[in-house]
């Protein structure tokens, strides 16, 4: 069952990884503020903890998916390039395969 | 954080440590305020005997009437009161002997406003020695120990107080 979950591309590029750093910690912080300010004002401490909680759910929908913003500047890999003579590297490493089995 | 359980890690930890911030900032607002308000206590009848089976014990039946009001004290940081009734006086024996004849849980939510009419004693007002006979002052006062959500738990007295002599002699029983 994990090998379809690993299977499933969650890359991002750099910049879209700093983006979506700035982004949850953007939006913890302001319903942490929001939060605070509304639970001090109506004097229940448990309003300031949902309204955290409803900021950290809306941060993981935003950053957790690999969302198409965050792969706007993939890097330039060079273009493969293919081996031209694989078999001088093989031999020897056949003779070395038979000197141990003797 | 290239991949998602790096993501959700860095995520969970950061807003670990945001609350643990906003629990410190709700402490912080409610740590100097003064808890005290005003209590109204009234006692009507005390009883006192002396039993034999341990060192000079008296029995104290009282019925008393408090009235006070403590909405004031609840804020956000208040999870719970714990109030107490305690008597304070001196005996020849023990400079100082306080003894608590009475406790109540208030929850945040239940009615703060309290009447409480004819209430006996909830515990055994037993005296170490025979101090109790004759005693000239007997000081009742209620206090409180206010639970919060997060922080320190202080210990508060009531304003009011009451102060009574208590009998001379015991309470005889009867025999028929």
Redesign the interface.
Known sequence: MLSVFKSIP???DYKG?KL??QI??GV??IS?VI??VY??V????GW??YI?LA??VV??VL???PWPMYRKNPLSWQPIIPEINPEPTQKPQETLKKKKHK | ????LS??N???A??LS??A??TF??FV?TAFKDRRVPVDIHVSRVMLKNVDDFTGPRERSDLGFITFDLSPIF???VKQLFLYLSAEYTTKSNSLNQVVLWDKIVLRGENPKLNLRDMKSKYFFFDDGNGLRANKNITLSLSWNVVP??GVLPLVGGSGQVSLPFPETYETTRSY
Not at chain 1, 42 to 45: D, G, S
């Open positions: 969650s890359h991002m990884q979506a750093e949850f910690q913890i912080l942490a939060g605070f639970g001090l109506i004097e229940q401490f300031t903890v955290v900021g950290f941060s993981c950053t957790l998916p | 954080m290239n991949t998602v993501r959700a860095s995520l969970f950061f807003s945001v609350m911030a906003l900032g709700c607002t804020d956000w940081n959500n997060a």
